[in-house]
T-cell receptor, first 113, second 110 residues
Framework: DAGITQSPRYKITETGRQVTLMCHQTWSHSYMFWYRQDLGHGLRLIYYSAAADITDKGEVPDGYVVSRSKTENFPLTLESATRSQTSVYFC????????????FGDGTRLSIL | QKEVEQNSGPLSVPEGAIASLNCTYSDRVSQSFFWYRQYSGKSPELIMSIYSNGDKEDGRFTAQLNKASQYVSLLIRDSQPSDSATYLCAVTGANSKLTFGKGITLSVRP
């Protein structure tokens, strides 16, 4: 089924560990985004990518790393996880940024102990 | 800091009533406006987009945009219990980035 897929859906890890969240889309959308959603803050943009090999910071990029070697994949890595990074992470994609809506994956619920 | 503000909730309406959800934004050059619905534990789902002043209707949903007053609203007619969810307003600013409001939780009482 075409769409946007995130994995894993749930992850528990410990502080200091490296964690990678995966995002894969089959629409061939140029733009991909990573958000985190926390109570009291809503959805906040971490990083986004306009095309393969083009990435840029969002509102809350510290502690995260992204890459985009292929159009369809946009992994998000927490290099040394901290408790403050416990959150629900959503990946989204869009054919064009700005004018067209973004479509979201099912999310990854990440808990850092 | 560009902001998107949604009226405080939660909002509770009886089944069959009209639910009115409001959103204001601070970036005067915003171009695109979206309403997303998010059920508990699920991802945001696009329900309406609007780009020009006026009303846009889609079934029981009507989005209203007033760029001069910098607000966008969502009306849900004949509200159903299945409409109970959190509604997120999202606005695209001059930098082409989407900014989300914190959302308002709607509860439709049977």
């Amino acid at each position: 089924d075409a769409g946007i897929t995130q994995s894993p859906r749930y992850k528990i890890t410990e502080t200091g560990r490296q964690v990678t969240l995966m995002c894969h889309q089959t629409w061939s959308h140029s733009y991909m985004f990573w958000y985190r959603q926390d109570l009291g803050h809503g959805l906040r943009l971490i990083y986004y990518s306009a095309a393969a090999d083009i990435t840029d910071k969002g509102e809350v990029p510290d502690g995260y790393v992204v890459s985009r070697s292929k159009t369809e994949n946009f992994p998000l890595t927490l290099e040394s996880a901290t408790r403050s990074q416990t959150s629900v992470y959503f990946c989204a994609s869009s054919e064009r940024t700005g004018l067209l809506a973004q479509h979201f994956g099912d999310g990854t619920r990440l808990s850092i102990l | 800091q560009k902001e998107v503000e949604q009226n405080s909730g939660p909002l509770s309406v009886p089944e069959g009533a009209i639910a009115s959800l409001n959103c204001t934004y601070s970036d005067r050059v915003s171009q695109s406006f979206f309403w997303y619905r998010q059920y508990s534990g699920k991802s945001p789902e696009l329900i309406m987009s609007i780009y020009s002043n006026g009303d846009k209707e889609d079934g029981r949903f009507t989005a209203q945009l007033n760029k001069a007053s910098q607000y966008v609203s969502l009306l849900i007619r004949d509200s159903q219990p299945s409409d109970s969810a959190t509604y997120l307003c999202a606005v695209t600013g001059a930098n082409s980035k989407l900014t989300f409001g914190k959302g308002i939780t709607l509860s439709v009482r049977p």
